[in-house]
C-alpha cells in the first residue's frame, strides 16, 4: 500500500498533467490548487471565453481516513482512471460525486 506522502504526489502529478493540456478557445487557465495540510487538491478552470468570466472547478479530491474522495470530476474519462492506473485501488477510491445510495452499485470502487 502507498504511504499518504506517495497518494498526495501520485494526485499532484496527475492534475499537473492536466495544467498542460490548453484550451482550444478563450484565454482560459487550469490551475492545480494544492493543500496538503488539509489533504484537498482542485483543478481550478479561470480566465474568459470571449467576454464571459469562467471560473470553476474542474476536479476536486479530497484524502479522508486513508481514502480518496472524488467529489467533482469534470473530466471526460474521469481522473478516477488516471488513478487506478497510476497504481491507487479500486477499494481507495470514493465517486463522491454519485449518490451514496448509487455508490453500492458501482463495481470495485469504495462505498464510503
Same mark, same amino acid.
Given at each position: 500500500?502507498?504511504?499518504?506522502?506517495?497518494?498526495?504526489? /501520485? +494526485?499532484e502529478?496527475i @492534475?499537473?498533467?492536466? &495544467?498542460?493540456?490548453?484550451?482550444?478557445?478563450?484565454e /482560459?487557465?487550469t490551475?492545480p490548487i494544492?493543500d496538503r495540510?488539509?489533504?484537498?487538491? %482542485? %483543478?481550478?478552470?479561470?480566465?474568459?471565453?470571449?467576454?464571459?468570466?469562467?471560473?470553476?472547478? %474542474? =476536479?476536486?479530491?479530497?484524502? /479522508?481516513?486513508?481514502? @480518496?474522495? /472524488?467529489?467533482?470530476?469534470?473530466?471526460?474519462?474521469?481522473?478516477a482512471?488516471?488513478?487506478?492506473?497510476?497504481? +491507487?485501488?479500486t477499494?481507495?477510491? =470514493?465517486?463522491?460525486?454519485?449518490?451514496?445510495?448509487m455508490?453500492?452499485?458501482? &463495481?470495485d470502487?469504495?462505498? &464510503?
Amino acid at each position: 500500500m502507498d504511504s499518504l506522502e506517495d497518494v498526495r504526489s /501520485i +494526485i499532484e502529478s496527475i @492534475l499537473i498533467e492536466y &495544467t498542460r493540456i490548453p484550451y482550444a478557445y478563450g484565454e /482560459i487557465q487550469t490551475e492545480p490548487i494544492f493543500d496538503r495540510a488539509h489533504d484537498r487538491y %482542485l %483543478l481550478m478552470n479561470v480566465g474568459w471565453d470571449s467576454k464571459k468570466r469562467v471560473h470553476g472547478c %474542474l =476536479v476536486h479530491i479530497d484524502i /479522508i481516513d486513508g481514502k @480518496l474522495w /472524488i467529489q467533482r470530476d469534470g473530466l471526460e474519462h474521469g481522473v478516477a482512471t488516471d488513478l487506478i492506473e497510476a497504481g +491507487i485501488p479500486t477499494d481507495r477510491i =470514493v465517486l463522491a460525486f454519485k449518490p451514496i445510495e448509487m455508490r453500492r452499485y458501482i &463495481t470495485d470502487y469504495a462505498v &464510503t
